[in-house]
């Protein structure tokens, strides 16, 4: 018998199918929706999800990426006024990942998102007991800011029912972390309620332990108490 010569390895041709289809998925939604203001090089997969009549209230940047099953949804039926998703250059929604605004969620440049992250700036209505949730629509909710060079991990979420929330830039948002309050630039985050596990001091010029404050900012409205000694596994 003759030993197998050695091949070199090539693509599994099918692999061709998805990449195809996602082309062609992303030169349609670019030209054919109706976006607030799209970049150049935006990628969208094709099981992604954007609603066109609410495309209107999307604004993507250059180099923006929607990756399998990622959802960009405008939780308001008017079609009228300023952008609710604003996502800047170079951007990543990971698989699965949902980012859902009724008021504005603003993603500055350099922001990637891991796979199955929720971002969203309402909640549900619930405090109608006569009535089922489902029937309650949604709260007035707020407004969510995260800062360039931001990482989310795997599982993250991040709410903001009321007031301002803001992620600073360059911060670590850890996997399965739930943040429902402003973070300070440059922290790494984890647990639930979110809790500052280490954080980069300009001053000192060196990582420190734990925030200023100990714990996250309480600029957002929460009803969230945060315990300083809680620490999540990233």
């Known amino acids: 018998m003759h030993p197998k010569q050695h091949r070199p390895s090539i693509e599994d041709p099918l692999q061709l199918v998805p990449k195809v289809l996602g082309k062609l998925h992303s030169l349609w939604l670019s030209h054919f929706y109706p976006f607030a203001s799209i970049g150049r090089k935006v990628s969208f997969h094709f099981t992604s999800k954007v609603c066109r009549p609410r495309a209107t209230r999307i604004s993507l940047g250059n180099s923006v990426s929607l990756r399998e099953y990622a959802w960009l949804n405008v939780a308001t039926e008017d079609p009228d006024g300023e952008p609710t998703i604003v996502l800047e250059d170079n951007c990543h929604l990971g698989f699965g990942s949902i980012i859902s605004a009724k008021n504005r969620i603003y993603l500055e440049r350099d922001v990637l998102i891991g796979q199955m992250v929720l971002i969203v700036d309402h909640n549900h209505a619930y405090e109608d007991i006569s009535a089922p949730i489902l029937d309650q629509g949604i709260t007035e909710g707020g407004r969510i800011r995260i800062g360039q060079g931001t990482w989310i991990g795997h599982g993250a979420s991040i709410i903001s029912p009321r007031g301002e929330l803001t992620i600073g830039r360059n911060c670590v948002i850890a ?8 973070i300070p630039d440059y922290s790494l985050v984890a647990g639930y309620p ?16 734990g ?6 900012s309480q600029s957002a409205e929460s009803t969230l108490q945060l315990n300083p000694d809680e620490k999540g596994a990233a």
């Open 175 to 182: 996997a399965n972390a739930v943040v429902m309050r402003s």
């Open 211 to 216: 925030g200023k404050s100990g714990r996250a």
């Open 194 to 209: 979110a809790t500052i596990i280490k954080q980069y001091d300009p001053e000192r010029g060196a990582w420190r332990a």
